[in-house]
């Protein structure tokens, strides 16, 4: 049974931090290419981050780039979404990808950027 399980969600002021992670098994984790996505409300969801199986590449787009780093770690079946000068407009539903030839998706874990 493949599980995506994320954590490190919150409440955070604007101009804050916060760290998410997402442990995956079920899956041989270092075969798996990864994306963070987020939804808010009303909107579609959003690709905000990927990296490549071993961790040599990494893409993300305008939006959050300089901001957020995506990371990995293949020891740990678990990938990390480090995001610095959190906005407002980040607040969504942040949800962690496993891609090969099936998708798998965890849960979600809400982050909230509010004064």
């Known amino acids: 049974q493949v599980q995506l399980v994320e954590s490190g969600g919150g409440l955070v002021q604007p101009g804050g931090s916060l760290n998410l992670s997402c442990a995956a098994s079920g899956i041989t984790f270092s075969m798996y290419l990864m994306r963070w996505y987020r939804q808010a409300p009303g909107k579609e969801r959003e690709l905000v981050a990927s990296?490549?199986?071993?961790?040599?590449?990494?893409n993300y787009p305008d939006s959050v780039k300089g901001r957020f780093t995506i990371s990995r770690d293949n020891a740990k079946n678990t990938v990390y979404l480090r995001m610095n000068s959190l906005k407002p407009e980040d607040t969504a539903v942040y949800y962690c990808?496993?891609?090969?030839?099936?998708?798998?998706w965890g849960q979600g874990t809400q982050v909230t950027v509010s004064s």
């Open positions: 990296i490549s199986s071993f961790g040599e590449n990494t």
């Open positions: 990808n496993a891609v090969r030839q099936t998708n798998y």
